[in-house]
């Protein structure tokens, strides 16, 4: 009889007569192209801005003059166009009187972009063209000032009515680099213009020099 060779097995190298080594298996799928890969979920979030827009500063603005105060988001407007955004503001309320020789205290909180809330006082002499006495609240866009600390000096003033909008009156404020801009109304009746300055602390003071 004739016996049929079995099928030969493909793992067998019929040159050699040995089995040739299977392929090696791969311990993990080849991963893809870099650029082809997920974004990581612990991505470095975006660096925010260190100063105050437009609608935060009219916002906050009209928690202090109300909603709607005429002439307010002009003027605020236009000190931005001027001047730049500012890295901080104060809130607050003041009161003051003048018969040539005049004084003004306030307080209010100090809101850093960077360093955040704190309380803040003020005082400030006038003498001048002036006369009456008003009280009301207040509106200070801070300007260049890194350092908290820097805030407590003396800042000279010139005040008059060189920005007027709507019954809103600003003033300009300077000591090195730091400009502060005050936005004031009020109730009462101040004539005339003065020239004095204002000094911030940390504690309420009573002598205004």
Do not use: C
Not at 75 to 100: C, H, T
């Amino acid at each position: 009889t004739t016996q049929t060779a079995p099928p030969a097995d493909p793992s067998v190298d019929a040159t050699f007569g040995d089995y040739a080594a299977p392929p090696a298996a791969s311990d993990a799928a080849p991963l893809p192209p870099q650029d082809t890969l997920p974004p990581a979920t612990d991505t470095v979030p975006a660096v925010t801005s260190d100063t105050y827009g437009e609608d935060d500063l009219i916002g906050a603005a009209e928690g202090v003059f109300g909603k709607g105060a005429e002439g307010l988001a002009k003027l605020i407007e236009d000190m931005l166009k001027k001047q730049g955004r500012p890295n901080g503001y104060i809130v607050g309320r003041e009161a003051g009187g003048a018969f040539i020789v005049g004084a003004r205290y306030g307080s209010g909180t100090l809101h850093h972009k960077v360093e955040g809330e704190r309380k803040v006082y003020w005082t400030g002499p006038s003498i001048g063209f002036d006369a009456g006495a008003n009280a009301g609240n207040t509106f200070v866009l801070v300007y260049n000032l890194f350092d908290t600390e820097d805030l407590f000096k003396r800042f000279p003033s010139g005040e008059g009515q060189a920005y007027f909008v709507g019954g809103l009156t600003a003033s300009y404020l300077r000591r090195g680099d730091v400009v502060l801009i005050p936005i004031r109304v009020g109730a009462g009746l101040r004539l005339g213009v003065n020239a004095g300055y204002m000094k911030f602390s940390k504690e309420q003071k009573w002598v205004p020099f």
